[in-house]
Structure formats: structure tokens, C-alpha cells
Nanobody, 127 residues
């Protein structure tokens, strides 16, 4: 099993920034991909960003240019830097882990392509 622990969420004003972190522990894999999804109250879960083992990144159109995903393989940690936050970014943000090093066929945006999920960290943007 892989355990994912998110941190860095909180309350921020519109236009502000936050950095989420997600540390993976437990079973080890030689290579893996990670991502972020979010779910706002009353809405479906949606893809935010993903990063392959080699560092290829993928973003939802709604966050492109404002969010940056990165990873530190030595620390088994993925980050999500969120700038110019908007009220519509308010959601519970989930870290995800995929036991494959890369993605195919737009798998990066499909929740079912990930094998492990964190408990989530709340991000609230006040307008």
C-alpha cells in the first residue's frame, strides 16, 4: 500500500497563492506518476494537474498558466503551486499516485488511472 499525506491547504484571498505538498510513503516503486484532483461542494471531482516520472506535466484548462505541478523524486513528494487563486478554485484537493511512470490516451485526467488517493486538503479562496 501507498500512503499519501497532503498539506498546505488553507484560506487565502482571491489573487493570492498557496503551495500544496503531498508525501508518499509505504510500498516503494522504482517509478510512478502523481497528480492532483479537486472536488467542490455539490460538484463532480475534476482533474487539476499531473506529472510523470520523467517530469512531463499536464494541466486542466481552468488552471493552466496559474498552477504549477512539480516533484522531488528523492523525497517522494509532489507539489502544486497555485497562483492568482480564484473563488472557483475553492475545493478539497486530493493527491493521487499511479504505479506507472507515464500516461497514455489522456489517462492523466481520468481518476480511474490512479491507484492511490490521499485524504484531501481544503483550499478556500475568499473573494
Amino acid at each position: 500500500q501507498v500512503q499519501l499525506v497532503e498539506s498546505g491547504g488553507g484560506l487565502v484571498q482571491a489573487g493570492g497563492s498557496l503551495r500544496l505538498s503531498c508525501a508518499a510513503s509505504g510500498r516503494t516503486f522504482s517509478s510512478y506518476s502523481m497528480g492532483w484532483f479537486r472536488q467542490a461542494p455539490g460538484k463532480a471531482r475534476e482533474f487539476v494537474a499531473a506529472i510523470s516520472w520523467g517530469g512531463t506535466t499536464y494541466y486542466a484548462d481552468s488552471v493552466k498558466g496559474r498552477f504549477t505541478i512539480s516533484r522531488d523524486n528523492a523525497k517522494n513528494t509532489v507539489y502544486l503551486r497555485m497562483d492568482n487563486l480564484k473563488s472557483e478554485d475553492t475545493a478539497l484537493y486530493y493527491c493521487t499516485f499511479r504505479v506507472w511512470a507515464s500516461f497514455s490516451y489522456n489517462d492523466w485526467s481520468r481518476g480511474g488511472a490512479y491507484d492511490y488517493w490521499g485524504q484531501g486538503t481544503q483550499v478556500t479562496v475568499s473573494s
